[in-house]
């Protein structure tokens, strides 16, 4: 088998959205609906054993390619793409969590993750508790009472914490617990279902995208195991009847009939051809901005005045430096941060930027930055904000392909233009 570096990547990625005869790029089916042959081959579709497209919300061949391509990239058995990142969370929280289950948030988590694991699963009954990423005694004491579930971030955004990935899900695979991995900040750079996690999920619109063309998600599904699987165990029991009915693709068919079917988080073709032409780019994107974050945060390090802290963890002054040495040796994606302090100076330098561009998203083409006390974290409380890491000097940066010393530069005319 080939290497996975970056090479083998920008190989399978340009050959894999498209079709080697016919169209080369990715084709673009708007229809919602599909005309079946006869009765039979309507029963067939309907029962899965016809391999055709239902209706849409279940199922479009665009969708499908994308789907493809990223459960090839993610070494999965399956996926399905979503209307959204938080889509992606969503289907497969409901999908596999009822009403007194509990679900364990292991690390920092994205803001709309954090809302609604701790507001709008609770209205359901499903109740949520949180550790940090080393607290390994609770994890482990939330695994011996049972959690149905145990869903973390490969890099804490904004906190930037990185977690033991390999060694949490060894722990949930130990306990026989499922795992949600959400991989949105290292496409390509981690790959938690080879390690051992049950469902990875992605917002697309950020890294695997790049052009913040288009909002969308997917989540991608390990093969089960029908002999031995940890879903056989009793504490799955509702889900079992999927392993009988579709073997190794049974999260598939629980995320799409426990959730997508009924909730209709579904992509819009439109979109997942776009998410696609990101795609082909996606090995070239990540190895560039990889190389210009460390470079990036060294001479921000190295030149912002006092009282500008930048964190990042490929800086010795990271409490993760270690672990980024050891487990993230592509680097940990697009993000750093500033500490300015407080929020009069983080707004001064926001404001002061030139090229870079103020908005809430991430992994974008473009570098991005953004306060987030007062914007994404504005209706969080002081506790949930502890939590998380944000604190009111925080500006979160996320690098694009610029040059990369244009982007020092911005930010150091930026910075002398501050109070400290
Ligand atoms: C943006 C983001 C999400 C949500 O994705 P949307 O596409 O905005 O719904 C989830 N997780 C992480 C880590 C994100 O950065």
Redesign the pocket.
């Known amino acids: 088998m080939n290497k996975k570096d970056f090479e083998y990547y920008n190989t399978m990625l340009v050959h894999g959205t498209g079709a080697k005869t016919g169209p080369i790029a990715p084709t673009i089916t708007t229809s919602a609906a599909f005309g079946y042959a006869d009765t039979y081959e309507a029963e067939g579709i309907f029962a899965a054993k016809v391999n055709k497209p239902l209706y849409s919300r279940m199922g479009n061949p665009t969708n499908a390619q994308l789907e493809d391509i990223i459960a090839k990239m993610e070494g999965g058995v399956a996926a399905i793409a979503t209307s ?4 992606a ?1 969503a289907m497969a929280c409901t999908a596999i969590l009822s009403s007194g289950d509990e679900i364990l948030c292991v690390g920092g988590f ?1 803001g ?2 954090y809302t609604l694991v701790n507001e709008t699963l609770h209205r359901f009954g499903i109740k949520s508790s949180f550790c940090k990423v080393d607290e390994f005694e609770k994890i482990e004491e939330a695994l011996d009472r049972g959690v149905k579930m145990v869903l973390f ?1 490969t890099v804490g ?1 904004p906190s930037l914490t990185l977690p033991d990935v390999q060694g949490i899900i060894n722990m949930c695979n130990r306990h026989q617990t499922l795992v949600l991995v ?1 991989n ?2 290292t496409p390509l750079l981690l790959r938690p279902l080879e390690m051992g996690a049950d469902i990875v999920v992605h ?1 697309s ?2 890294n695997i995208s790049g052009h913040s063309a288009s ?3 997917i989540a991608v599904f390990r093969a089960v195991d029908i002999y031995k699987d940890k879903l056989l165990r009793e504490k799955y029991k509702d889900l079992h009847p999927f392993v009988k009915k579709l073997g190794e693709k049974a999260f598939f068919g629980i995320c799409k009939k426990r959730a997508l079917r009924d909730y209709g988080m579904t992509a819009n073709a439109f979109g997942s051809f776009l998410t696609m032409l990101g795609i082909e780019t996606l090995g070239l994107r990540m190895e560039r901005i990889g190389k210009s974050v460390e470079s990036i945060v060294k001479l921000l390090d190295e030149k912002l005045p006092a009282g500008i802290k930048v964190n990042h963890p490929s800086l010795q002054s990271s409490p993760d430096h270690s672990r980024y040495c050891s487990n993230y040796s592509n680097g940990c994606g697009p993000l750093f941060t500033l500490d300015c302090r407080n929020k009069e100076r983080a707004f001064d330098l926001l404001n002061a930027l030139n090229m870079v561009i103020q908005t809430a998203n ?1 992994g974008d083409n473009r570098t991005l930055a953004l306060h987030m006390s007062s914007t994404i974290y504005s209706d969080f409380d002081t506790e949930s904000r502890k939590f998380l890491g944000v604190h009111d000097g925080l500006i979160r940066i996320s690098v694009g392909l610029e040059d990369p010393l244009t982007i020092v530069n911005d930010f150091l005319q930026a910075a002398k233009s501050t109070k400290g």
Request: no cysteine; net charge negative; proline share 0%.
């Open positions: 959204s990142g938080m889509g969370i994205f709309g993750t971030e955004n959400d949105t900040a917002s619109t950020k909002l969308g998600g991430i």
